[in-house]
C-alpha cells in the first residue's frame, strides 16, 4: 500500500520520512530515519528506552505514531549533545558510572533532561518517581539517581 | 494484515462523519497509550483510526461562563498539570489523571481515554464521578450529554453509541470552603493499576460538611458513585460516627473481583479504609485558607 509522507521537525532539523500508517514514530526513528539512539524495549510503553520528546513533552515513541509527527517537533537523545560537547548529565552519567548496559541509558538521559528543564531542584524523591517509568535491570537506580541530583546541582551553580 | 487508514481531521463533524461511516472497524485515536499497545499485541487490527487532536474543542481546557471547567477528551494529563489553575480548584481530579502510567504516558494519555477504555479501575474515573463531570458526546444523531457514573457499562464496555465520539468532561462551579482528593492502593509505589481507589469531593461551611459525592473504583464491574456514602458525611463534621458510617456504606457497594491483585475481602476492607483517609485530605483542602 501507498506510505505516507510525513514532514517534521527532529532536533530541530526540518526532516521528511516515508511511513506505513500503522508505523510507531519508534519504527520510523530507528528505521528511515536511522537515529537508533532510541530503543525498543518492551514496546507497550512501560519501560521508557524509547522515551523522546513530542513539542517538549516526554512521551514513549512506541506509543506514538509516526504519521502523528506531521508537523510537531521531536527530540531525540541525537539531540542532546552540542557536537563533540556532551551535556551534563551524559557527562554525568559517564563520571558516575550511572550506566552498564547501556540499553536503557538514551531513554534516561531524556526523561532525566525533560524533569531538569520542568524543576531545576528536584529532591531525590521527586527524581525517583519522574523516572518510574525508565526501567534499568542493571544497575539498580542509586547511580542514575545520584547522577541527575549531581548534574542538577551544578548547573544551577553556572 | 488488513490496510490501516489514519485520518486526522480538523473538526468535529468531519470525525463524527468518518467514524461513523468506518463502523467498527474505526478507532479513536487521542493519547494512544492503549490504542497502540492493544494493535501491538494483536488484540485489536482497526481498519480506520480518526486521531482527534487536531480538533481544537477535543484538546482545549476552558473555564466556562458559570465558573467550571470544561475539559477536551484529548487532553493529555500533563497538559492538564501544566493549566495554572485547575489544579487548584480540583487538585483530587488532578492526582488522579496523574497517576495514570508514567510521566511518558501522561505527556499523551488523557482522562478522556482511561473513561472510554472502560476499566473499572482507570483511576481518573472515580475523581471525576465525586467531581460531578458530565460528559458531551457526539455521534450522527447530533450531541448528548451524561452524567460520568452513566458512561461505563462493563468491564471494557461503555455506554457511547455506534459512531458516537465523547468529546469533553464538563466540570461544575465550585462554591468557597470546596475541594476533593483521590486515593488508590496498589502493592507497589508507583506505575500500577488500582486494586481500590476512591474519589470524594466536599464542600464544607464552618466545619460542616454541607455537600459530597462519593466515587469508588475497581470495586466492581464499573466504576460506582456511593450514593448512602455521600449521605453519610453531609451534615456531619467529619466525626469518627459519620466516617465510620460512611466507610461502611463503601464497602458495602463493593461487588469486586478476586484475583492476584487483591482478594474480596481485602478490597471490600481497604475501599472504607480509603474512604475515611481521601475524605481527611479533602477536608484539609476544602478548609485551607487560599
Avoid at chain 2, 472497524?25 to 499485541?41: H, N, Y
Avoid at chain 2, 481518573?124 to 461505563?152: L, N
Wanted: hydrophobic content about 40%.
Amino acid at each position: 500500500m501507498a506510505k505516507v509522507h510525513v514532514t517534521t521537525s527532529i532536533n530541530g532539523e526540518p526532516m521528511e520520512f516515508l511511513c506505513e500508517p500503522s508505523d510507531t514514530m519508534l519504527d520510523a526513528l530507528r528505521g528511515p530515519l536511522a537515529l537508533t539512539g532510541s530503543k525498543e524495549g518492551c514496546a507497550s510503553g512501560d519501560c521508557g528506552a524509547c522515551s523522546i520528546t513530542l513539542d517538549d513533552r516526554l512521551i514513549c515513541s512506541c506509543l506514538m505514531l509516526a504519521v502523528e509527527a506531521q508537523d510537531h517537533e521531536i527530540g531525540t537523545i541525537e539531540g542532546m549533545a552540542q557536537g563533540d560537547k556532551l551535556h551534563p548529565l551524559q557527562q554525568k552519567f559517564l563520571e558516575v558510572a550511572a550506566l552498564q548496559c547501556g540499553i536503557c541509558t538514551s531513554g534516561m538521559l531524556v526523561a532525566s533532561d525533560a524533569l531538569l528543564k520542568k524543576n531545576p531542584e528536584p529532591s531525590e524523591e521527586e527524581v525517583r518517581f519522574w523516572l518510574a517509568g525508565n526501567l534499568c535491570r542493571c544497575t539498580g537506580y542509586d547511580k542514575i539517581v545520584r547522577a541527575v541530583m549531581e548534574t542538577a546541582a551544578e548547573m544551577r551553580a553556572q | 494484515m488488513t490496510e490501516l487508514r489514519y485520518l486526522a481531521p480538523d473538526t468535529l463533524d468531519e470525525a463524527v462523519g468518518a467514524f461513523a461511516k468506518a463502523g467498527s472497524a474505526a478507532r479513536i485515536l487521542a493519547g494512544g497509550t492503549d490504542l497502540l499497545v492493544q494493535m501491538r499485541s494483536g488484540v485489536l487490527t482497526p481498519g480506520v483510526i480518526v486521531d482527534i487532536k487536531k480538533i481544537p474543542e477535543m484538546m482545549g481546557i476552558e473555564q466556562t461562563a458559570d465558573g467550571g471547567f470544561r475539559v477536551g477528551a484529548a487532553v493529555s494529563g500533563m497538559a492538564l498539570a501544566e493549566h495554572k489553575s485547575f489544579g487548584k480548584v480540583w487538585p483530587g481530579v488532578l492526582e488522579a489523571v496523574n497517576l495514570i502510567g508514567s510521566k511518558q504516558v501522561q505527556g499523551r494519555a488523557s482522562a478522556g481515554g482511561n473513561l472510554c477504555n472502560g476499566s473499572p479501575a482507570g483511576d481518573s474515573v472515580p475523581a471525576m464521578v465525586a467531581a460531578g463531570a458530565i460528559v458531551t458526546v457526539q455521534g450522527p444523531d447530533g450531541r448528548r450529554e451524561m452524567k460520568v457514573e452513566d458512561f461505563p457499562a462493563g468491564p471494557g464496555r461503555t455506554n457511547l453509541k455506534p459512531g458516537e465520539i465523547m468529546v469533553s468532561f464538563t466540570l461544575p462551579p465550585r462554591p468557597p470552603g470546596s475541594s476533593d482528593a483521590y486515593l488508590r492502593m496498589i502493592p507497589r509505589t508507583e506505575m500500577d493499576i488500582a486494586v481500590v481507589g476512591v474519589g470524594v469531593s466536599l464542600t464544607i461551611k464552618d466545619g460542616t460538611v454541607t455537600s459530597a459525592r462519593v466515587g469508588l473504583g475497581a470495586v466492581a464491574p464499573t466504576v460506582l458513585l456511593v450514593e448512602d456514602a455521600a449521605k453519610a458525611l453531609i451534615g456531619s463534621k467529619l466525626d469518627d460516627a459519620a466516617l465510620a458510617k460512611a466507610a461502611s456504606a463503601c464497602s458495602a457497594a463493593c461487588r469486586p473481583i478476586d484475583d492476584k491483585r487483591g482478594t474480596i475481602a481485602y478490597r471490600t476492607k481497604v475501599a472504607g479504609v480509603l474512604l475515611k483517609r481521601t475524605a481527611a485530605i479533602a477536608a484539609k483542602r476544602a478548609t485551607q485558607k487560599n
